[in-house]
DNA sequence: CCCGCCTGTAACTATTAAGTTACGCAACTC
DNA sequence: GAGTTGCGTAACTTAATAGTTACAGGCGGG
């Protein structure tokens, strides 16, 4: 990180909060860099002079985003709980986060149709999610002790975790119409956590 | 639709199946009309004598492959079937559509991202699923002789169903990279239809 | 046979895009 | 207090963009 006075940190701050915005409202390609400065009231230059490029801002951006599922993560994990606990507990905390940061959500996404490469050019390892340790062990335990059935494979468990909350994010709208449900209802979505939780639960039960 | 003769149809075609491709990989913004009739070779003048607009074009190309998923739903409904016999067809049915479909997925999750807005301005109804209807029955079915739990809500099992396959796609690249898991293998692609098939499975058995 | 419509080309316009240059101001350092 | 360094503005350049206009060959119906 270069060094910048406590003003240049708080433009260069303004600058990426508007970005992470608006590319995740209007995609990256979507987005012009004239946008980003009328909307913060920042000139142009200072753009190029905090991040050099709208790639690099944008790289910036997705990183900031990506953090916050991180640090979730890390403080979510309770490895000598059961593994229903363990599994309806993933469920609930991905389906609030995404819930709450549609702009991560989009980002993500992004990136994913932009086959990942950004985060190939950037070096961002993704952490091998702790998450996948965590359920690695439960299963493990809950197999020993006969409550888990003795082919699941965690790594796909997992997917199937954020599979069936991502879901509800990513193809709110299309889903919303072609079942006639709207899924930016509160109490929809809470049912529906509830649902997608216990059929987990069962899914994994021996 | 407008009379056009037979070289004119096969011109329009040429253009729509080219920006279709385009527009999977880039995005709408991202792609170019330029871009577009470079590719085909054939001039501007014609995506505007053919499509009125690039978003026009644009809309045409989510329309033809949207009509490929309502295509492959009318033909794939066998409601006199026992229930896990539907839902792991139904799974297996989903999970080759959206691999064989890249561009599908790719326009899908862009019109989500772009909150439907395409969607609302052609008419396109998304047919209420047919697919709900055969689950609706043979969930009902299934609950009435024992065999599927009582509290199953068809329309969420079938955003499950959709959601544990489209995360393969969706996400493939960043789960590839947290998981260490390649995402576009065959193989792993098997497996991984498997263990969705089996987990919901077990998911809904009474 | 010729009028009109469908198909097509090439060149154009007006706007917007990313990125740069020239310049000024304030603060801190030597 | 002269020079350097970071913050900031406005005006600029160069390339692309969506959409248009002018024009023309070919073919079918009157």
Redesign the interface.
């Given at each position: 990180m270069k060094k910048f006075t406590e003003k240049g940190e708080l433009t260069r701050q303004r600058i990426l909060k508007t970005a992470i915005g608006l590319f995740a409202k209007?995609?990256?390609?979507?987005t012009s860099v004239d946008e980003i400065v009328d909307t913060t009231g920042i000139n142009k230059r200072m753009v190029y002079h905090y991040f050099g490029s709208k790639e690099l801002l944008y790289q910036e951006a997705l990183a900031t985003e990506y953090a916050k599922l991180e640090a979730l993560e890390l403080e979510t994990l309770h490895p000598d709980e059961p593994v229903e606990k363990v599994v309806s507990s993933i469920v609930s905390t991905y389906f609030s986060f995404l819930l709450d940061n549609p702009d991560f959500v989009?980002l993500?996404?992004?990136?994913?149709?932009n086959?990942?490469l950004n985060?190939d050019k950037m070096e961002?390892?993704?952490?091998?999610?702790p998450m996948?340790e965590l359920l690695i062990q439960v299963v493990k335990t809950g197999q020993k002790n006969g409550t888990v059935?003795k082919?699941?494979?965690p790594?796909?468990?997992?997917?199937?975790l954020?599979?069936?909350?991502?879901?509800?994010c990513?193809?709110?709208?299309?889903?919303?119409?072609?079942?006639?449900?709207d899924l930016g209802d509160k109490q929809v979505l809470k049912?529906?956590c509830d649902?997608?939780s216990?059929?987990?639960?069962?899914?994994?039960?021996a």
């Open positions: 209007k995609g990256f390609a979507g989009m993500l996404l992004q990136e994913n149709m086959r990942g985060l961002m390892p993704l952490s091998k999610s996948l059935r082919n699941i494979d790594r796909f468990l997992l997917i199937s954020i599979g069936n909350c991502m879901i509800y990513s193809n709110r709208f299309t889903l919303s119409r072609a079942l006639a449900i049912k529906a649902a997608v216990e059929i987990l639960l069962h899914g994994i039960k």
